[in-house]
């Protein structure tokens, strides 16, 4: 360990403690150290297969504390793990033996209904937002999960239920604050540094910490026309082939997720059904509700549905939907990737990997894409992938330690299986995969661009712990 950079070692002590009380004094959050109370609560991320030990945990209470936070980590080469919503699958918002830039308790939302845009702070969860957006029958596009984090999410790209009538998440941003690795902060849009605008619509954390971000809003709900229909697994073959003629002509209102999973044990589930394999189709229709039951009437009607809850519904229930099935501390595993279309070969392999699940929380989740995703150009963001057909988001999970090495071997094994069909992959679905993969996710151009971003906002890549984009 270097004396000059750990506050237990040696003569280094006096200076460290000094400096420390200086941090702690300057935040207007609060400083997280290893022997204080809350320090094994505030490292825990989502995926408790993560279990890491920072040397300090600033929680931030605003733009000026990240400042501060990078600053002193800067100075001292400590390593940064940023955190907003701790919802990243390879557990990068936590580190061992560096700092923790925790956002989680900026939480400050601000709708103006009027305008229909909406500023929120970096530590709100998607579902917050909708808490305060959908009183107006207004929404960001944004996830499928409640408590995933907003900032990862939208730094990613941002997938969700509506994006195929008003595209990704980054596409309703506005403007971001920054707090760049200087720790200055800078605003981005479209007309101020726009570079930077640029970088952060798909680029992720690689240049900077975001603080605020401005989105514009789109009508959606309070009522909309959705939920799932389930089919036994051995209906697979069927409900695909199905499946992929239906939505070839769809409208852009809806939005489908196919899953294959073991049935859950909820509430709303018969008790007949839980634990046994099956299939899938979780839809959102982003429009009137009777038009939404006339477009989904086919899919309601097809075969032989074990259960059919896709009914009216709230959109902020809809949101939650799924929270149950990715709960916090289960261990997480997920491979993915896009595929152009599913031809027989694909659903041929779907069907057969999904009926080797043995996890009660091992699931796939098969992402229709296309409509308002597909016609921003591909050069307007860093987002890569935008022709993509669908998603495959491979989850090899378990509930603990307890079988995981299993599950996460049937996820790679699934992933490979897919190779010869792979194209692109969103990149906020990837684990810690290596530099040629990131560049694969972004294509050889636009990675390029991206390190030349790098190198003038993050030259020295301060910011690494992400799917990182290295300067050099």
């Known amino acids: 360990m270097n004396p000059a950079t750990d506050h237990t070692a040696g003569h280094g002590d006096a200076l460290q403690a000094s400096a420390i009380r200086d941090l702690r004094a300057s935040l207007r959050g609060a400083l997280v150290l290893p022997e204080d109370d809350g320090y094994d609560q505030h490292r825990r991320v989502w995926n408790g297969s993560i279990d890491r030990r920072p040397r300090l945990i600033a929680r931030c209470a ?104 008003y595209g990704l998440t980054i596409d309703q941003l506005l403007a971001v604050d920054v707090v760049t690795a200087d720790g200055e902060i800078v605003h981005a849009s479209e007309n101020e540094n726009s570079d930077l605008f640029w970088g952060v619509r798909g680029g992720g954390g690689n240049f900077g910490v975001v603080t605020d971000f401005e989105f514009r809003l789109q009508p959606v709900g309070p009522e909309v026309m959705a939920g799932p229909v389930v089919w036994h697994m051995a209906a697979a073959p069927q409900v695909l082939r199905f499946y992929r003629d239906w939505v070839a002509d769809c409208p852009d209102e809806l939005m489908t997720i196919v899953t294959q999973r073991r049935a859950p044990a909820l509430p709303t589930m018969p008790a007949d059904l839980v634990g046994k394999p099956v299939i899938a189709v979780v839809a959102c229709y982003a429009g009137p509700v009777d038009e939404g039951r006339r477009v989904l009437q086919a899919l309601k009607r097809f075969g032989s549905p074990v259960l059919d809850q896709c009914e009216p519904t709230t959109f902020l229930a809809h949101q939650q939907l799924l929270d149950p099935s990715f709960r916090h501390g289960w261990w997480y595993y997920v491979r993915s990737c896009d595929v152009a279309e599913l031809t027989d070969d694909v659903i041929d392999l779907v069907s057969d990997y999904g009926s080797r699940i043995t996890s009660p929380v091992s699931s796939l989740a098969l992402w229709q894409l296309g409509g308002a995703v597909g016609r921003v150009g591909e050069a307007e963001t860093a987002f890569s992938g935008r022709d993509a057909g669908f998603t495959f988001n491979i989850n090899g999970n378990s509930e603990t330690a307890a079988g995981f090495a299993e599950q996460r071997q049937w996820a790679r094994d699934y992933w490979s299986a897919l190779g010869p069909y792979h194209t692109s992959v969103y990149v906020n679905f990837l684990m810690e995969e290596g530099e040629e993969r990131i560049r694969q996710a972004y294509g050889e151009v636009k990675y390029d661009q991206l390190k030349a971003l790098k190198r003038k906002y993050d030259p020295t890549n301060f910011f690494r712990l992400n799917q990182n984009i290295p300067p050099g």
Do not use: N
């Open 62 to 165: 605003g733009a000026d504390d990240v400042g501060c936070a990078v600053r002193f980590a800067r100075e001292r080469g400590l390593r940064v793990a940023v955190r907003s919503g701790g919802h990243s699958f390879p557990g990068l918002s936590v580190c061992d033996d560096g700092m923790v830039i925790d956002l989680s308790l900026m939480k400050g939302i601000r709708v103006d209904p009027s305008a229909r845009t909406a500023r929120a702070q970096a530590g709100a969860l998607i579902g917050e937002l909708d808490q305060q957006t959908q009183p107006y029958g207004l929404a960001v596009p944004a996830g499928i999960v409640s408590h995933t984090g907003l900032a990862g999410l939208t730094l990613g790209g941002g997938i969700g239920w509506v994006m195929r009538r």
